[in-house]
């Protein structure tokens, strides 16, 4: 993937994922922006392209909203296909076998920022 923004880039606060797990963002300008989303799993913070590889839709039900219920996972809201937190691969749906798109991140003191 292009560089999105500048490495160190804060895009959130590590405690902006204590609610749902998990928080939407964009990050870039113009041609480069892209949807990214910041998922946290114990002490371990994932960062992925928020667009589901079966047809390149969001995949939250309402913002900042990507975790199952049932926790552990990811779910895409249009189709219900399941992926791992720790890597974005698909285990259920109409992508399985295929993965989301990483996003380089990294938990940098209090922040999550673009590694």
Do not use: W
């Not at 993937?1 to 994922?17: Q, V, Y």
């Not at 922006?33 to 969001?58: E, K, L, M, T």
């Not at 285990?91 to 996003?103: H, I, N, R, T």
């Amino acid at each position: 993937m292009n560089r999105l923004a500048p490495e160190g880039t804060i895009l959130c606060a590590l405690s902006d994922l204590d609610a749902t797990g998990a928080k939407g963002l964009f990050v870039g300008e113009g041609e480069a922006r892209r949807n990214i989303f910041v998922v946290r799993d114990g002490d371990a913070v994932f960062g992925y392209v928020n667009s589901c590889p079966h047809i390149g839709v969001p995949l939250e039900f309402e913002p900042d909203e990507f975790i199952s219920e049932f926790g552990g996972e990811i779910l895409c809201s249009t189709h219900g296909a399941r992926f791992r937190i720790e890597d974005g691969y698909c285990v259920s749906g109409p992508c399985s076998g295929d993965a989301l798109e990483p996003v380089a991140v990294r938990v940098q003191g209090d922040d999550v920022v673009l590694a």
